[in-house]
């Protein structure tokens, strides 16, 4: 009976006490972050504002397909790209608060189809569809306005994300502009 | 100064990207014709008026902008109007990822003017694609 000792029991080396006690205050940290949100950097509350308009623009679409149903087969696959947007900016908030809003992002499209109530904006869709559409028009060319503006105030990563953002959203008010 | 070389050579780099579309477009404009053909030489004529312009950018900072290469490989051959349209919309592509990533590296005016370039390439591959995309100029991002 000579079977080598199994590796799982030989005493750890002093490296990996070391790598083991780095990961135990690593952890610790993650623990007290979220208990105690950590200060979020310029970049991170300009994506979170960033991200509340966007979800504000994607709540005018649905309830703009609400109240025009006809238009959802155009507007469908632009306001899964304002959720995409919401996505990506949501991925870039510190630990601790990612998850009331990430949840509140991923529930955002469904929740303002299921329940009017919380769109605020919906009494506000013009009553024809043209019109209708052309408020999405005028509201995309508002965002993708403030989007390059605010692009122009963010750190390099963050500026390059707004600039594309602001892009696609250029594209929406051409797209809806000319069908 | 390393920001200063920075700009250079962010600007440097958009303007080998427009040099390469401006060679794109005259190969797809040939094959095009009406609407498309009128697309792609607006398309044409305002890529060389940005390549004019980062030209006179890069001069006014006491260097000499990069010469467009005699030809460019094309991804793929352009015999119809079809394949004429997907190399336009692949121009705009590529072009959108330089823009966004000069975005990064530039600051004040010189990004404001990346920010509406990358706009003016996403809006035009958009018309040639026909459909949006999330992320133009992004492709870490992009399905």
Known sequence: MSMARPPELR????????????????????????????RPTADQ?????????????????A???????????????????????????????????????????????????????????????????????????EAERVAAQRRRTQSLRAGAGLARLLASVAACESVHAALLGEG | MASRRRSLRALQDVLAGEHAAIYGYGVAGAWLSGRRRDRARAAFAAHRTRRDQLQALIRARGAEPVAAAASYALARPVTSAADAVALATLLEERLAAVWADAVAQLEGDLRRLAVRALRDAAVLGAQWRGASVAFPGLPELSP
């Open chain 1, 45 to 61: 509350r300009l994506a979170a504002d960033v991200a509340e308009e966007i979800r504000a623009l994607a709540a005018r679409y």
């Open chain 1, 63 to 137: 309830a703009t397909v609400r109240r025009h149903p006809g238009l959802g087969g155009v507007l469908s696959p632009l306001a899964a790209e304002h959720d995409a947007h919401v996505r990506a900016l949501v991925a870039l908030q510190p630990v601790a608060s990612p998850s009331p809003s990430a949840s509140a992002a991923g529930s955002a499209a469904g929740s303002a189809a299921a329940s009017p109530s919380v769109s605020p904006t919906a009494a506000a869709v013009p009553a024809t569809p043209a019109a209708a559409r052309a408020a999405l028009v």
């Open chain 1, 11 to 38: 005493r750890p080396s002093r490296r990996e006490v070391l790598i083991g006690a780095g990961l135990l205050v690593a952890s610790g940290c993650a623990r007290a972050a979220v208990d105690v949100a950590p």
